[in-house]
């Protein structure tokens, strides 16, 4: 019988398969890590939406872990760092921090700096032989992020891409202590960094959700501390990040393979681009697992699962769930009914979901315009990132056309 | 490395994670009675990986659930 086994040859490239194949043989098994995971999209939808279950607290993990992980003599940060990460709260202390930082972000009039991002991206390419469309996927939406905290020009390219993408990895699973260390030391740098911004924001200053967040905290008579504040700035910096930048590298080599996808997106109308934005971010699912944990007895999809047993929920499997999506695997432009959980559900989706909407869909023509000067040579695959939670690209090369 | 190397090197890398003697590791028994913990075994498969050169998953552990299994595992990678 098929056991979920993330390590199964051929998965990183394309998790699809298998996932596809516990799903109809398995959809609720015990995986090769001897947790529960869960395949159907019905089952997935169901737990996320259910008040039976809570998220896991992955603060307290670190801080059961940290003496075994980082060496002796050096200052403990993974704990710090994701202390006030929203998905992994609970109850009233969720409520209070999602909102917080929901206000802080409305703060900000992305339309703008949404506008502005992909001209300014391309600025730098347009002599360029080659480029990496994953500088492409992760420039933009970097853009739109540097704005939100006004860090714009203050950390190099190169610094803010590790930093983000190593910090999204101490969620993941299978990841051993040489990598904790390494996510240790880019906390250790974000403390630094952000702790100088918020000394220095106030009215005057740029980092706007930064000075909101001071000087609400400082309103508030239960304020959260110095730390707490930047453990969020880190999480609304990842998150925003992470997700967009993996959503669109995907996106960008479906465009590249397929002329006909590229040549329907720039005669698009607006509520076609729309629907299209929608698709494809089913089919980039870049977050494809999150984890609950039951409160009480609950029975999902049959099976009854006691008290406190982790469920490893898998949000890949469930957007290409056939009973909901036919031909799940197949770019639909025109798919209309489309209730995926790329965003997630219930009291936990995403909190950046309408932002990251308006970023694809605003991205999507113009960056498809540009791209037109590029092409996928042949036999040219992409270099998946070997992460499991989060799925993107590493890299893949577009040759600049011959000028004519 | 042959087969008894890499079993006393499993042994003491368990032990020291496990927070045991060495003695007290048996080869044919399951990780799971050292209650070693995920973390644990990943990075043991890490560092399995850089000893002997060659691509461990971190999933190994799971695959072969003891040190004998586990060593003849090993022997068998290309
Ligand atoms: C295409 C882009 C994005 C995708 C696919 C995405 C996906 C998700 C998903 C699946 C969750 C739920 C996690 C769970 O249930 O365990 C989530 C939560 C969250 N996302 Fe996003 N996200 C995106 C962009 C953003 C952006 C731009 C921001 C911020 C500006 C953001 C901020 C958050 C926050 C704060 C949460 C936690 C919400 C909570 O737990 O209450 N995300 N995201």
Known sequence: ????????????????????????????????????????????????????????????????????????????????????????LNGGEHTCVRNLADMALRQIDFKPIIAEAVDHCFAQYSNKATVDIVDIATQIPLYIVEKMLGI???????????????????????????????????????????????????????????????????????PLEKNEIISLIILLLMAALETTKDTMSVMLYEIMKDKQLGDYILSA???????????????????????????????????HFPRNTKLFLCLASANRDPDVFPDPDAIQAKRNYNPHLSFGSGVHSCLGARIARNEIRSWLKPVTKHLQHYHLPADTKPVWQKTIFMRGIKSLTVVHNPSA | MNKEEIKSWLIKMIAEEAGVQPEAVQTDVSFETFQLDSLSMITISYELEKLLDKEIDPTFFWQHDSIDKLADAVQQLA
């Open chain 1, 1 to 88: 019988m098929i056991q979920w086994n993330p390590y199964t040859p051929g998965y990183f490239e394309n998790p699809y398969a298998h996932v596809a194949q516990c799903r109809t043989e398995l959809p609720i098994q015990k995986g090769i890590h001897k947790e529960w995971v869960i395949f159907g999209h019905k089952e997935v939808k169901e737990v996320l939406r259910s008040a039976s279950f809570r998220v896991l607290n992955l603060s307290d993990y670190f801080k059961e872990k940290e003496p075994l992980i980082v060496a002796p003599g050096t200052c403990p940060f993974l704990a710090m760092g994701t202390q006030t990460w929203i998905m992994y």
């Open chain 1, 269 to 303: 109308t607006d509520t076609e681009i729309n629907v299209l934005s929608e698709e494809l971010i089913r089919i980039a699912s870049p977050l494809q697992y999150t984890v609950r944990v039951a409160d009480e007895d609950v029975e999902i999809g049959g099976h």
């Open chain 1, 152 to 222: 714009s020009g203050l950390c190099s390219y190169e610094q803010l891409k590790r930093f983000s993408h190593l910090v999204a990895i101490s969620q993941d699973i299978f990841v051993s202590k040489h990598t904790y260390r390494d996510i240790n030391e880019e906390f250790r740098w974000a403390f630094t960094f952000f702790e100088q911004l918020y000394q220095q924001a106030g009215e005057q200053n740029p980092q706007r959700v930064i000075s909101f967040l001071k000087q609400f905290n400082h309103a508030h008579t239960e």
